[in-house]
């Protein structure tokens, strides 16, 4: 069975500064891919970040960047340069081949100006 | 282009009624999924679609739960007869197969308070 763990339910950081969200995964399959999901309150999921398995550099997205480590089975967020509009709950994601998704408990991530 | 979207975005209604949730997904889509969240805990997969095929229900609850995709286009989720537990918000996503990346689209989901 496929798992996905956030262990950190909140978070808080300063406008500006770095914030990394942890994730970690339990899965038997060699093919998938991981991703960061979004939810601010204007509750609208937003695909934050995607990341192939297969892959081994970190995928990036502006501000946004993943430390993959998948002999670990991690999948960590870093967000650089913290804005408010980052506030949201912060879902890690792991999918198999076949579409189907596995999702962790979340983070709720808030930006304080 | 028009994302994923649901209706209603909020519910409340008693136990033992009947409540029915839609999704429309992003046009020309051909995969739809629901997810549920219940308060505090992860995202739950309930059922995927392939056009108007059911290809995987394993996540469905219980028979309560009554999932249909008439003609592959938008899809109904419905609770009949609904019980406390079943609170939570219900997602809808949807993807095209061979796209880049396998990425999936969500709506905003529906809130459903059973009271």
């Not at chain 2, 136990?15 to 046009?27: F, N, Y």
Request: aromatic share 12%; glycine share 8%; proline share 4%.
């Amino acid at each position: 069975a496929q798992t996905v763990t956030q262990s950190q339910p909140e978070m808080s950081v300063q406008e500006a500064e770095t914030v990394t969200l942890s994730c970690t995964y339990d899965t038997s399959e060699s093919n998938y891919y991981l991703f960061w999901y979004k939810q601010p309150p204007s509750r609208q999921m937003i695909l934050v970040i995607r990341q192939e398995a297969y892959k081994q550099q970190n995928a990036t997205e502006n501000r946004f960047s993943v430390n993959f480590q998948k002999a670990a089975k991690s999948f960590s967020l870093k967000i650089s340069d913290s804005q408010l509009g980052d506030t949201a709950m912060y879902f890690c994601a792991f999918m198999k081949l076949g579409n189907q998704f596995y999702f962790g408990t979340g983070t709720s991530l808030t930006v304080i100006p | 282009e028009a994302g994923v979207t649901q209706f209603p975005s909020h519910s409340v209604i008693e136990k033992g009624q009947t409540v029915t949730l839609r999704c429309d997904p992003i046009s020309g889509h051909d995969n739809l999924y629901w997810y549920r969240r219940v308060m505090g805990k992860e995202i739950k997969f309930l059922l995927h679609f392939v056009k108007e095929s059911k290809q995987d229900e394993s996540g469905m609850p219980n028979n309560r739960f009554l999932a249909e995709r008439t003609g592959g286009t938008y899809s109904t989720l419905k609770v009949q007869p609904a019980e406390l537990e079943d609170s939570g918000v219900y997602f809808c996503a949807s993807s095209l197969t061979g796209s880049s990346g396998n990425t999936i689209y969500f709506g905003e989901g529906s809130w459903l308070t059973v009271v």
